[in-house]
Nanobody, 114 residues
Framework: VQLQASGGGLVQPGGSLRLSCAAS????????MGWYRQAPGKQRELVAT???????DYADSVKGRFTISRDNRKSTVYLQMNSLKPEDTAVYYC?????????WGQGTLVTVSS
């Protein structure tokens, strides 16, 4: 299994980014997918999930600002991030939910700073 996250970068507070994660080597459409993030010096945390049927859930810290979606034809999961805050700075990863240790990719770095 490979999960390739992309779309990170440097953005000012209040800005937006859209992350993508392309999956291969797995039956994507059958899995609940999650976006996770790890800030410097902190543990990795679950940010958002989307079930195979499209039901979504979010951490309280991102509710109303982030939107997770998926395209099963492309085996890709997305994370639209709006109204970004400095505390959103982290490396963002996708994985199945609950995560599998062997599925972690290299992630994509999001830096929110003026």
């Amino acid at each position: 299994v490979q999960l390739q996250a992309s779309g990170g970068g440097l953005v000012q507070p209040g800005g937006s980014l859209r992350l993508s994660c392309a999956a291969s080597g797995m039956i994507f459409r059958s899995n609940t997918m999650g976006w996770y993030r790890q800030a410097p010096g902190k543990q990795r945390e679950l940010v958002a999930t989307i079930t195979s049927g499209g039901m979504t859930d979010y951490a309280d810290s991102v509710k109303g600002r982030f939107t997770i979606s998926r395209d099963n034809r492309k085996s890709t999961v997305y994370l639209q991030m709006n109204s970004l805050k400095p505390e959103d700075t982290a490396v963002y990863y996708c994985n199945v939910e609950p995560f599998r240790r062997g599925y972690w990719g290299q992630g994509t770095l999001v830096t929110v700073s003026s």
